[in-house]
């Protein structure tokens, strides 16, 4: 059965503190593994597409890489407005779903 | 940009009713979804439309089912709300079938 694991379930950092979010997943032939942002009460914000092992991407402060079995989200010197919910979620191939995982809450104080 | 527009951010319904939540997206995208999101289970898929007409089932489809006369229009029906039915409702809408997808604010739904 294809799952998404996400950890820490919430992560607190100081301003300026850098640190990684984790996504594990077990899936059957991964076509593409995704990174959403939501804030409280809005929807998901798409951010990154990862599709092959050793693939990275970076926007800003962050920066996703990816593994055959694992996807880290890296946030560098952190700030509050980065404060936020962060899904991951992954497509197999043969498939039209995408399964997400529960999240990761993020708080980045200042 | 892509914008995902659904009908109303908040709504309390009474059990037994029946719930129209509507969805629109003005990007020409094929394929459409409707999630609902609970708090520490993600999101979950209740039916996803590839194209006018079409529709197939998520992982949770019972006591819901979906309209789509139009492209740019997705609607989800709650046939008889219930209170399991309290939720946080998505719809995303997206290019390509293996693609990023877009989403709308979200309704939540309350039914008492």
């Known amino acids: 059965e294809d799952q998404v694991t996400q950890s820490p379930e919430a992560l607190r950092l100081q301003e300026g503190e850098s640190s990684s979010l984790n996504c594990s997943y077990t899936v059957s032939g991964l076509r593409g593994l995704f990174w959403y942002r939501q804030d409280p009460g809005k929807g998901p914000e798409f951010l990154f597409t990862l599709y092959s092992a050793g693939e990275e991407k970076e926007k800003e402060r962050l920066k996703a890489t990816l593994t055959k079995k694992e996807s880290f989200l890296h946030i560098t010197a952190p700030k509050p407005e980065d404060s936020a919910t962060y899904l991951c979620?992954?497509?197999?191939?043969?498939?039209?779903?995408?399964?997400f995982g529960a999240g990761t809450r993020l708080f980045v104080k200042a | 940009d892509v914008k995902v527009t659904q009908s109303s951010r908040y709504l309390v319904k009474r059990t037994g009713e029946k719930v129209f939540l509507e969805c629109v997206q003005d990007?020409?995208?094929?394929?459409m979804f409707w999630y609902r999101q609970d708090p520490g289970l993600g999101l979950r898929l209740i039916y996803f439309s590839y194209d006018v007409k079409m529709k197939e089932k998520g992982d949770i489809p019972e006591g819901y089912s979906v309209s789509r006369e139009k492209k740019e229009r997705f609607s989800l029906i709650l046939e008889s709300a219930s209170t399991n039915q309290t939720s946080m409702y998505l719809c995303a809408s997206s290019q390509e079938q293996d693609r990023e997808q877009y989403f709308g604010p979200g309704t939540r739904l309350t039914v008492t």
């Open positions: 979620a992954v497509q197999a191939f043969g498939g039209f779903k995408t399964i």
């Open positions: 990007m020409d995208h094929e394929n």
